[in-house]
């Protein structure tokens, strides 16, 4: 499957012209956690994906998902990118792994990464295994190792990526670094005109944050959405605003995210009261 993949972008490459935008998180910093959303879709119990700073590749932390104790429903938890574009295709560059924990993959156990088409919901979503963790590969010896070059293949529309960690009562323990992406797309807007053309003010604000927009750049707005500085998400916009009320937000650190057509641009921003 992977070969036909490499064979299809390969062609691809050398009869089309692209824009390459290249992604990376250490899972260490807001702006790098800003976007990633969490989906439980089995046990709502306090299992889940977390930011772990206690063994990393990068600096300050990874991704990890320790094991569920007890209970019989299914683990089935989902930790979903930002969007991105591969309508012309991509790559995961690298992506650092490491395993611990007392048991290996079972049957229907399931640790994977995924790309989620047309939604940011797997139930929603054409999902695509881009590579399992559950087979031999799966080493619990507490060692990171790096993943390179895995290909994501072309998607028209929406994507997203996703980690996903499913298993009844296993005793798995997983985490994720320093991951890196290249998407290639045909967009006309490079992204650093994208960053050019809006801007938020003022910075700090208080009880309004008021966004300035081109308005080529307005026509090609998909969402708009707020995270905090953990990367939580806030609030979800009009891909017509504005101007945002923040008088229920509390001081501190956010980041407001803006996804065209072409691009995705984030922007820093402080509140203060």
Known sequence: ???????????????????????????????????????KKGDMGTYEWVLDASSSVSPDSCL?????VGGSIPTDDWYVSPLFDFSAGG???TLWNNYNGFGTPMAGDTIQLC???GSSDPD??????????????????NTWRELLMIPVGTHAGDSYLAFRYYTTNNWLDVKFD???VTSF??????????NANISVFPNPATDQLNLSLTEDVLETIQTIT????????????SSTSKQINLSSYTPGIYFIQINTDNAEITKKFVITK
């Open 91 to 93: 790559w995961i560059d």
């Open 178 to 180: 320093n991951l890196k």
């Open 64 to 68: 990890a998902h320790y094991y569920p």
């Open 185 to 194: 797309s045909t967009a006309s807007i490079s992204k650093n005109d994208l």
């Open 124 to 141: 929603l979503a054409n999902v695509t295994v881009l590579y399992s963790f559950s087979d031999s590969t799966y080493m619990a010896d």
């Open 1 to 39: 499957m992977y070969k036909s993949i490499f064979l299809s972008f390969f062609v691809l490459l050398l009869t089309t012209s692209f824009a390459q935008t290249e992604y990376y998180s250490g899972f260490d910093s807001p702006s790098e956690n800003a976007g990633w959303t969490q989906i």
């Open 226 to 237: 707020i995270y905090n500085s953990v990367g939580q998400l806030e609030e979800t916009l």
């Open 115 to 117: 790309l989620l088409n």
